[in-house]
């Protein structure tokens, strides 16, 4: 068999002598944006500028409306967005049909927000895919072991109605307590559609055709979850 040659590691075509610059480059040559800073003369509406320069209107309202949490008007999304009221309405009513925004009729109008659930099932989706689940489940419930024996209580909330005066240090624990607790949850339901995902991944061998067995890919040698 014939070695295939290695690809190389530059580009395939260099500039010719004559395309190549008098003087050397430097750093002060390199302009990283796309819009003249000279125009603008507050910071924020530069950047603004440059955001709407290096996105489409579509990836702009996404991202607003991933920001927001509590239910705003298409106009408002609209111009935080730097898109036209017509475009914001239609890009969000999209999106709601999918799922991932949440409309609400008011009295005044049509409200939108992102929908909490599509998000956390994305959050959960994606964390299934991770290599170091079970790794990370183990480091939680280690803080989680941790916190209990601290504090000699089996959650926060134990922590917080007791008579004890808690102190900035100790409430900053609840936080981080509540925090770990939540993400464990997120982890457990994960480490849950990583399994089915894998026992719903099955394969008929060649000799059970006729019986109709069918074997399961090994998960590989990964802990029952606890």
Do not use: C
């Not at 183990?138 to 005066?165: F, G, N």
């Amino acid at each position: 068999m014939t070695d295939e040659p290695s690809p190389p590691d530059g580009p395939d075509e260099f500039p010719t002598e004559e395309e190549l610059p008098d003087e050397p480059v430097t750093v002060d040559d390199i302009d990283p944006f796309t819009v003249d800073d000279d125009d603008f003369e507050d910071i924020d509406d530069f950047a603004a500028a440059e955001w709407k320069n290096e996105t489409t209107a579509d990836e702009r309202i996404r991202t607003v409306i991933n920001r927001t949490t509590i239910p705003k008007s298409a106009g408002d999304i609209a111009e935080t967005a730097q898109v036209s009221e017509t475009k914001a309405r239609a890009t969000l009513n999209k999106l709601a049909e999918e799922g991932i925004v949440r409309s609400q009729q008011t009295d005044s109008g049509k409200l939108y927000g992102r929908n909490p659930e599509w998000h956390l099932l994305k959050q959960i989706n994606q964390l299934a895919g991770s290599e170091t689940l079970v790794d990370q489940i183990q480091r939680v419930k280690q803080e989680l072991t941790e916190y209990k024996a601290k504090y000699d209580a089996t959650d926060p909330e134990e922590l917080l109605i007791s008579d004890k005066e808690l102190t900035q240090n100790e409430l900053d624990d609840v936080s981080h307590w509540r925090t770990a607790e939540r993400e464990l949850s997120h982890l457990r339901a994960a480490y849950r559609l990583k399994e089915a995902k894998e026992q719903g991944s099955t394969v008929t061998e060649p000799g059970d055709r006729q019986t109709g067995t069918q074997t399961t890919t090994p998960a590989g040698n990964q802990p029952p979850l606890q």
